[in-house]
């Protein structure tokens, strides 16, 4: 037998139960990862309420790890026992050990351990195909991000500097703007309410060409009137909600722009892709252009606070379950 965090039914942290789950076996393709830690997300909550459908109930939830390879089916080619790997995705995570498409698995470095690479793999890709291939960030542009001291916020703020950028980070409190200065954010701006004049007054009027919004709900609206004609709004996320229907006809009138509702899954649905940004992730935080920070850890069968920690914008940067 081995542990998992699994949820019976759609609802609150209460749903998160600590169960014993017969240990799993890996079929064709497949293996068995001895997880030493496990990533906290955004979309665990998602899978939680219900907003995101697991495929079936029960569902152990959970889309990041880090560890060993314990075991592997027929015909594996990517890994073998005893290598050290880290993913993110798909959904299976909370759980003390569990079987993955190997293809799924990237090695890891010597030098990431396995708490960073579970705070990291799932934030830090999604923050790679954002600022790299999603809209491609060079150096001069000024970029809105919204939620800039969170898990993606903090990398990003350092990712897009590191590129020549500048930041202008979205945030709930003076504390949180401060950690997102430390972390290469040029400038913050609490609360949305006078977003696009603040945009307006930093950019000298000419707003920007790229705005990163993973709040939704609350955002949405205000974020594109921070763009400028032919500007992009990349809609990444639903912190406050999903974004309602939208009238198409608004983009046009605001300038042309781009919309674009992006998800990880797709950017790495390719094993090349997959590889590739693992890689250039790797290569920004070995070089030190961007740290993770790890600023909570709790014991996965604690998944529960950490929720509640999570949902009431409690956590920064990172937060990793501990099996
Ligand atoms: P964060 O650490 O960023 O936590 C969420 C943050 O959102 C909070 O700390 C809070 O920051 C902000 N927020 C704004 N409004 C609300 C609200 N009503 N309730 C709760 N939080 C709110 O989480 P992650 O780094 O894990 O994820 C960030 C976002 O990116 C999520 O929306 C997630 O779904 C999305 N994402 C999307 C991916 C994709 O491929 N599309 C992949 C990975 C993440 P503050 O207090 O400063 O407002």
């Given at each position: 037998?081995?542990?998992?965090?699994r949820i019976?039914?759609n609802?609150?942290?209460?749903?998160?139960?600590?169960?014993?789950?017969?240990?799993?076996?890996?079929?064709?393709?497949?293996?068995?990862?001895?997880?030493?830690?496990?990533?906290?997300?955004?979309?665990?909550?998602y899978f939680r309420?219900g907003?995101y459908k697991a495929p079936s109930l029960p569902a152990t939830i959970?889309?990041?790890?880090?560890?060993?390879?314990?075991?592997?089916?027929?015909?594996?080619?990517?890994?073998?026992?005893?290598?050290?790997?880290?993913?993110?995705?798909?959904i299976g995570?909370?759980?003390?050990?569990?079987?993955?498409?190997?293809?799924?698995?990237?090695?890891?470095?010597?030098?990431?351990?396995?708490?960073?690479?579970?705070?990291?793999?799932?934030?830090?890709?999604?923050?790679?195909?954002?600022?790299?291939?999603?809209?491609?960030?060079?150096?001069?542009?000024?970029?809105?991000?919204?939620?800039?001291?969170?898990?993606?916020?903090?990398?990003?703020?350092?990712?897009?500097?590191?590129?020549?950028?500048?930041?202008?980070?979205?945030?709930?409190?003076?504390?949180?703007?401060?950690?997102?200065?430390?972390?290469?954010?040029?400038?913050?701006?609490?609360?949305?309410?006078?977003?696009?004049?603040?945009?307006?007054?930093?950019?000298?009027?000419?707003?920007?060409?790229?705005?990163?919004?993973?709040?939704?709900?609350?955002?949405?609206?205000?974020?594109?009137?921070?763009?400028?004609?032919?500007?992009?709004?990349?809609?990444?996320?639903?912190?406050?909600?999903?974004?309602?229907?939208?009238?198409?006809?608004?983009?046009?009138?605001?300038?042309?722009?781009?919309?674009?509702?992006?998800?990880?899954?797709?950017?790495?649905?390719?094993?090349?892709?997959?590889?590739?940004?693992?890689?250039?992730?790797?290569?920004?935080?070995?070089?030190?252009?961007?740290?993770?920070?790890?600023?909570?850890?709790?014991?996965?069968?604690?998944?529960?606070?950490?929720?509640?920690?999570?949902?009431?914008?409690?956590?920064?940067?990172?937060?990793?379950?501990?099996?």
């Amino acid at each position: 037998m081995t542990k998992a965090i699994r949820i019976h039914a759609n609802g609150g942290p209460e749903v998160l139960k600590w169960e014993d789950v017969p240990t799993p076996e890996p079929g064709p393709g497949e293996a068995l990862v001895r997880q030493e830690a496990v990533g906290l997300n955004y979309i665990d909550v998602y899978f939680r309420t219900g907003l995101y459908k697991a495929p079936s109930l029960p569902a152990t939830i959970g889309m990041e790890g880090a560890g060993s390879v314990a075991a592997i089916g027929p015909g594996v080619t990517e890994v073998a026992v005893g290598d050290r790997v880290a993913y993110a995705g798909p959904i299976g995570a909370y759980a003390t050990e569990r079987v993955i498409a190997a293809d799924r698995l990237v090695k890891l470095p010597e030098r990431i351990d396995a708490q960073t690479a579970a705070a990291m793999m799932l934030q830090g890709m999604t923050a790679q195909y954002l600022i790299r291939r999603t809209y491609r960030v060079k150096a001069g542009d000024t970029i809105v991000l919204h939620a800039a001291a969170g898990g993606v916020g903090l990398i990003l703020c350092q990712w897009a500097k590191h590129l020549g950028a500048t930041v202008i980070g979205v945030v709930s409190s003076e504390a949180k703007a401060e950690l997102a200065r430390q972390h290469g954010a040029a400038h913050t701006v609490i609360g949305h309410a006078n977003l696009p004049a603040e945009v307006k007054r930093i950019t000298g009027g000419a707003m920007v060409p790229a705005v990163y919004d993973s709040v939704g709900r609350d955002t949405f609206y205000a974020s594109l009137d921070c763009l400028a004609p032919l500007g992009i709004m990349v809609s990444f996320g639903n912190a406050s909600g999903a974004v309602g229907p939208v009238d198409i006809g608004l983009l046009g009138a605001k300038g042309s722009l781009f919309l674009t509702r992006p998800s990880l899954a797709t950017y790495t649905a390719k094993r090349s892709d997959l590889e590739q940004s693992a890689r250039e992730l790797f290569d920004v935080v070995s070089s030190g252009a961007v740290a993770i920070r790890v600023n909570q850890t709790f014991p996965l069968r604690d998944a529960a606070a950490a929720h509640v920690a999570l949902e009431s914008r409690k956590t920064t940067g990172s937060t990793v379950l501990i099996p």
